[in-house]
T-cell receptor, first 113, second 115 residues
Framework: AQSVTQLDSHVSVSEGTPVLLRCNYSSSYSPSLFWYVQHPNKGLQLLLKYTSAATLVKGINGFEAEFKKSETSFHLTKPSAHMSDAAEYFCVVSFNQGGKLIFGQGTELSVKP | DTGVSQDPRHKITKRGQNVTFRCDPISEHNRLYWYRQTLGQGPEFLTYFQNEAQLEKSRLLSDRFSAERPKGSFSTLEIQRTEQGDSAMYLC?????????????FGEGSRLTVL
């Protein structure tokens, strides 16, 4: 069965320090992988996506993620956290183009001043 | 605003009542999706349409739930005989089919509270 697991339900960092949000997937096929962000009272927004091109994907607001097939991982990173990065982050997988997305349970990112 | 819009944004109802949510997708998008999100969880897929055809339904979608997209534009999600367990955020999203790499555009959701 296709699934995605976010390894941390909550991550807390200080402003200006690196961010690492971890995600592993299970699949028998080559997936498309995404990270979405959800700010309070806002709709889900796409941060970045991997669709079998470059394994290192750059997204908006300085975020990037690396697809590692051998580790079945797609961790999200940012070199320096900003207060505005505080939100819920979802790792998402799709197994057929244009089809449904399967969401992880989310990681809440807190950023301390 | 040309994004996905949902109405109402918040609905409070008593157990046993019927509720209906509406979603207006981005105008050129032919795929429309419904998801449900409960507190502390990621969104769960409910169903999706390509134009007016309902292509897939999750087993989460009990027979009390029905979704329609009669003219391939807006969609409605109706919940009959609501239960307290139906309390959740109902999210709508839309996308293009051709050239689509799975990116969905989400609305801000309709929050349902069943008392």
């Amino acid at each position: 069965a296709q699934s995605v697991t976010q390894l941390d339900s909550h991550v807390s960092v200080s402003e200006g320090t690196p961010v690492l949000l971890r995600c592993n997937y299970s699949s028998s096929y080559s997936p498309s992988l995404f990270w979405y962000v959800q700010h309070p009272n806002k709709g889900l927004q796409l941060l970045l996506k991997y669709t079998s091109a470059a394994t290192l994907v750059k997204g908006i607001n300085g975020f990037e993620a690396e697809f590692k097939k051998s580790e079945t991982s797609f961790h999200l990173t940012k070199p320096s956290a900003h207060m505005s990065d505080a939100a819920e982050y979802f790792c998402v997988v799709s197994f057929n183009q244009g089809g449904k997305l399967i969401f992880g349970q989310g990681t809440e990112l807190s950023v301390k001043p | 605003d040309t994004g996905v819009s949902q109405d109402p944004r918040h609905k409070i109802t008593k157990r046993g009542q019927n509720v209906t949510f509406r979603c207006d997708p981005i105008s050129e998008h032919n795929r429309l999706y419904w998801y449900r999100q409960t507190l502390g969880q990621g969104p769960e897929f409910l169903t999706y349409f390509q134009n007016e055809a309902q292509l897939e339904k999750s087993r989460l979608l009990s027979d009390r739930f029905s979704a329609e997209r009669p003219k391939g534009s807006f969609s409605t999600l109706e919940i009959q005989r609501t239960e307290q367990g139906d309390s959740a955020m109902y999210l709508c999203a839309s996308s293009l089919t051709s050239g689509n790499t799975g990116e969905l555009f989400f609305g801000e959701g309709s929050r349902l509270t069943v008392l």
